[in-house]
């Protein structure tokens, strides 16, 4: 067992000037290590995540990883008043506090200098005290999502298939379960260097047979053709927990109080869904109640019916609680440190022992008005 002394000024600060002459730990970009972990997610049985008896989509990384590597700006996005970290990086205190713990064991498993990677300091990095990163949504769970409520012929074959809306397309993670799943995709979002990921994956992995749309602009601007989309699905904003970028056409920028926001922004997409939505097809919202956002789910579903939907149903998204115990890591949101509190609105969750939850809630466009 390696022994480090806290004190061992000598061996940290090696490690500190090894560690920061590598660069900050970004995922790989090279196309062979994008390729292989594309095929990971490609040939994953998700089917093995869809437990219909219950509505849960199980939890699987698959594909993660590979849409964080064309994101290389969301580890400097702030979520709230939480350091990000890429400040942890440019601050060397806290950056040698950080590899001291994986030095001494006191964060997870003891390493020597010579034995800390890239995936180690990107994990502490993640989980520094004070620190939080943009959550994404796992590409298996979107494409579970996708193949329970989007009809076709075959996930991966064929020339049919619906067409999804993603209102806010986010990290890349729904945009590669869409491509996984066999769907015709369109998606808005208003951040620059988010769309510039997004269209660098499409020209990556999309296929020729499917039509994609990435449009940089907010949900709330966005009118689909009357009834031409066969589901609608996203995680959106929570409000301004999450500053994306500075360009005006961000919600949280052009509504800036969360009354505003709720109506100009959340209604407003909700209402465009209905509109590009057939009849009798869904509209799927990722959403939990946060201690920023203490109604989002109730706000959510009020919204979504007084626009004209009907909510049929719930589904749960299995989360995956972090080491350390209390902090949990939402599948496209925010990072819960409070989970050990018993929940407080409307919506009970699942009661599976050792399993956390956060609800996706499923509405209907009547066949008729």
């Known amino acids: 067992m390696i022994v480090i002394d806290k004190d061992d000024n000598k061996v940290l600060d090696e490690a500190y000037n090894t560690i920061l002459n590598k660069g900050f730990p970004y995922y790989p970009i090279d196309r062979k290590w994008r390729d292989d972990t594309f095929n990971q997610l490609y040939n994953f049985k998700r089917d093995t995540l869809i437990d219909r008896k219950n509505k849960v989509i199980g939890q699987s990384a698959h594909g993660l990883n590979l849409a964080w590597s064309y994101m290389e700006h969301a580890w400097g996005i702030k979520c709230g008043k939480m350091r990000t970290p890429v400040e942890i990086w440019n601050d060397e205190e806290h950056l040698k506090k950080g590899i001291n713990k994986i030095l001494t064991g006191t964060f997870f498993k003891q390493k020597a200098a010579h034995q800390i990677t890239d995936s180690d300091m990107r994990s502490m990095l993640r989980r520094y005290t004070g620190t939080q990163m943009v959550s994404n949504f796992r590409p298996t769970a979107a494409a579970a999502l996708y193949d329970v409520f989007v009809d076709k012929e075959s996930p991966l074959e064929g020339t049919e298939a619906g067409t999804v809306w993603d209102p806010s ?3 890349g993670g729904r945009l590669l379960g869409a ?3 066999g769907v ?3 998606g808005t979002d208003p951040c620059i ?8 994956i499409l020209e ?3 296929h020729s047979y499917r039509s994609y749309t990435l449009l940089r602009q907010g949900s709330e601007t966005y009118i689909p053709n009357e009834n031409s989309i066969d ?3 996203t995680s959106p904003p929570y409000f301004g927990w999450e500053a994306y970028g500075d360009e005006p056409e961000q919600s949280s920028i052009k509504f800036d109080n969360s009354d505003l926001w709720k109506i100009e922004f959340l209604k407003k997409t909700i209402a465009n869904a209905y ?4 009849p009798g097809k869904f509209l799927a919202l990722n959403v939990a109640n946060t201690k920023q956002y203490k109604t989002f789910e109730e706000d959510t579903v009020d919204l979504a019916i007084e626009v004209g939907f009907e909510h049929t149903d719930t589904w749960w998204l299995s989360l995956s609680t972090q ?3 209390s902090a949990v890591s939402t599948l496209d949101g925010v990072e819960e440190t409070k989970q050990k509190q018993r929940y407080m609105g409307r919506y009970e969750r699942p009661n599976i022992t050792g399993r956390k939850f956060e609800p996706t809630f499923i509405f209907q466009k009547p066949l008729s008005n």
């Open 169 to 171: 397309m986010g990290y």
């Open 231 to 233: 589901f609608v699905f």
């Open 275 to 278: 509109h590009g939505l057939k």
């Open 179 to 181: 491509i996984c799943a």
């Open 323 to 325: 080491q350390g115990g």
């Open 204 to 206: 990556d992995y999309g």
């Open 193 to 200: 260097p988010t769309y510039e990921g997004l269209e660098q």
């Open 184 to 186: 015709n995709y369109i």
